[in-house]
């Protein structure tokens, strides 16, 4: 009587266990390879490859098909372990194929998509080549239940039940300026040398003017030599030596020549949410562009 031997799994078939399984379903193996719409012959090859790397006879053949013999039926339920697990790579494979092919719609303010998000975006590519991401450069609230974006990097909560977000951390504000301007009109050392110094304003936005009336100095708009609301503009001005400005840290980080000044000077932090639609959020394709970015945002923010 035929022993079986020890498998080596480094020359195991492992295919063979599928037309194994086929012959043994189907009880023959011309009615097997009828379903697997395979030929005969092949299927019969496979069945004696697989009894001779397993050492045992796993058939025995009569005239209206095959009946398995006992080792067949010992081993079937392993064999169809091996099948549900190929099974399985299969569905991750073709899930994986999902996810990295589409397009993904990104909103952040015009500073972060300046500053922040391309360093971010260029590490995703290499991570994820097939997935085209459209930036949305606006300091506008983006509208994620119309659709205008399928993921948001803001600033503020957003309010509606409908959207998820998720707080990454707080994104630090420093006073700064360029070395040539510090050159040329000296160093503040105390945040009241503000006064003396040439400070970059906002034109409707009175952000800045409220934080200098906060430190009880009664200045109005005209304080500001230069003033601006786009926020790219506005960091510009302060690598060109412009004058002194207030910048989110990641901005500094990335600006040449710029660096931070009155660290005694506590300014509030902004909160950083990463926000998604509910529904979309099931989306493979958006949940790896989501859980990318939830990770690799924090480590941007200082």
């Known amino acids: 009587m035929p022993t079986s031997r020890p498998i080596d799994p ?8 599928r037309s194994f399984l086929a012959v043994l379903d189907a009880g023959s193996v011309m009615r097997a390879a009828r379903q697997l719409g395979a030929l005969q012959p092949t299927l019969s090859r496979h069945i004696a490859e697989l009894e001779t790397q397993l050492g045992v006879p796993l058939f025995e053949r009569t005239g209206r098909g095959v009946v398995p013999t006992t080792i067949a039926r010992d081993i079937a339920d392993a ?16 899930g994986a194929q999902r996810v990295t092919t589409g397009s993904v719609r990104l909103s952040a303010s ?3 998509a300046a500053f922040l998000m391309p360093a971010l975006i260029e590490r995703f590519q290499q991570e994820e080549p097939g997935i085209q991401v459209e930036l949305v450069a606006s300091n506008q609230i983006t509208n994620l239940l119309r659709r205008e974006a399928d993921i948001a990097v803001r600033m503020v909560r957003p309010a509606q039940d409908a959207l998820v977000a998720r707080k990454l951390g707080d994104i630090a504000i420093t006073a700064c300026a360029h070395t ?6 000296g160093t ?8 003396q110094h040439r400070v970059l304003g906002g034109d409707r936005d009175d952000t800045v003017l409220r934080g200098m009336q906060a430190l009880s100095m009664p200045v109005d708009r005209t304080v500001f030599p230069v003033r601006t609301d786009d926020q790219v503009a506005y960091a510009r001005l302060v690598e060109a030596g412009a004058g002194i400005g207030f910048l989110t840290q990641y901005s500094v980080s990335r600006l040449s020549g710029v660096v931070p000044i009155l660290p005694q000077l506590r300014i ?15 989306s493979p394709l958006i949940r790896r562009t989501y859980d990318f970015l939830a990770a690799a945002i924090p480590g941007e923010l200082g």
Do not use: K
């Not at 480094?10 to 266990?17: D, G, I, K, P």
């Not at 064999?79 to 494979?93: D, F, I, K, N, Y």
């Open 79 to 94: 064999a169809r372990q091996m099948q549900a697990g190929a099974e399985g790579v299969s569905r991750v494979l073709a």
């Open 268 to 282: 509030a932090p902004l909160p950083c949410w990463l926000v998604v639609h509910r529904e979309i959020r099931a």
């Open 110 to 112: 015009t500073s972060a």
């Open 10 to 17: 480094a020359r195991f078939n492992w295919t063979l266990m």
């Open 180 to 185: 040539r301007y510090l050159a040329r009109w």
């Open 188 to 195: 503040p050392r105390r945040p009241q040398d503000l006064l």
